[in-house]
């Protein structure tokens, strides 16, 4: 443990429960999230699917733009991750595209991995 966390600690001893909140956080540095688990009719999985979609080229597209103002070109990685989100993107709507024709359902899946390093 860092030492801004034990002062912090010495400083709140009385405080329990914060105690046992820093104490989790330093032994788990892994985490798993459930983002999208379930069954959706074709026009809800393009909703979710094409919210999440335009929400990280924007996050990507908002970070090719800061780096251009402020370093004068353009975040290579940021670049590289909107053309393969785009991609994605395309693909997705094909099979729900499919899905549409076919009248089936779609099972949509999505994990968060956080890990600290």
């Known amino acids: ?8 600690l010495r400083k709140n001893k009385n405080d329990m429960k914060t105690k046992i909140q820093l104490k989790e956080l330093s032994k788990e540095s892994r985490e798993v999230f459930s983002l ?3 069954e959706y009719d074709p026009g809800e999985a393009s909703e979710i ?3 999440l979609f335009t929400r990280k080229i924007n996050f990507h597209e908002s970070k090719c733009f800061s780096s ?5 070109e ?9 053309k393969e989100l785009k ?6 709507g094909e099979l729900i595209d499919l899905a549409r024709a076919s009248g089936k359902a779609i099972r949509l899946n999505s994990e968060i991995f ?4």
């Open 87 to 92: 991609h994605a993107q395309a693909k997705a």
């Open 68 to 72: 251009e103002i402020r370093f004068g």
């Open 1 to 8: 443990m860092d030492y801004f966390f034990q002062f912090w």
């Open 36 to 38: 999208v688990k379930g």
């Open 74 to 82: 353009k975040d290579t990685y940021s670049e590289i991750r909107i």
């Open 114 to 117: 956080l890990e600290l390093i």
């Open 49 to 51: 699917l094409n919210a």
